[in-house]
Every structure is written in C-alpha cells, then in structure tokens.
C-alpha cells in the first residue's frame, strides 16, 4: 500500500523533499511507517522523530494522520491503510 507523509521543519529538511510517498505492507502501522523513514533517511532522521524509549510518542512532536493526532488514535499502533496522509511535524524551536 502506498502512504503519503509529509514532512515539516527539520524534517523536510533531512528528506529534501516535503511529500513522500513511501510504500508498506498492508496493515503496516505508524511505528513500522516510522521505522521505514529512519531506514530511509537514516539515524539522524529516527532522532528527529522523538520516540521515546518505551515506543511512546513523545508529547513534543505531532503526527497527524488524515488530519487527525495519532494521540488521539492508537498512537503508534495506528493502522495505516492505503491512501492515508501522515504528517510529521517535529517541535519548532524559537528565539
């Protein structure tokens, strides 16, 4: 299945680009998704990502997916399913 991910600050940044489609299994999560653009983009990419070490999102970085915050869904164990949007967008720093 192919996802679309669109990537914000840093992270457009890293990639070169702002929207990737990247391709997964079907029933892929958004851990697996994650995973997928650390391999792609390497280390440095999967730091700005913020997982914590028990596989938490870390409340400083958003990824929406269809617009809506992966909190609010499954977190990390979103189902993706083909076609969806998800949107990283890591903390803006400021001063």
């Known amino acids: 299945m192919k996802i679309n991910v669109r990537y ?8 070169g680009t702002r929207d990737d489609g990247l391709e997964l299994r079907e029933g ?3 851990s697996e998704l994650i995973e997928t653009v650390s391999v792609k983009y390497g280390v440095t990419a999967f730091a700005y990502l913020h997982v914590t070490e ?3 999102i870390d409340p ?18 979103t189902e993706l399913k083909d076609g969806d949007i998800v949107a990283i967008i890591p903390p803006i720093g400021g001063g």
């Open 8 to 15: 914000f600050t840093t992270l457009h940044e890293l990639a």
């Open 54 to 56: 028990s596989g938490k």
């Open 60 to 77: 400083s970085i958003k990824f929406l997916v269809n617009g809506v915050a992966a909190q609010n869904l499954r977190g990390l164990e």
């Open 28 to 30: 892929s999560s958004l």
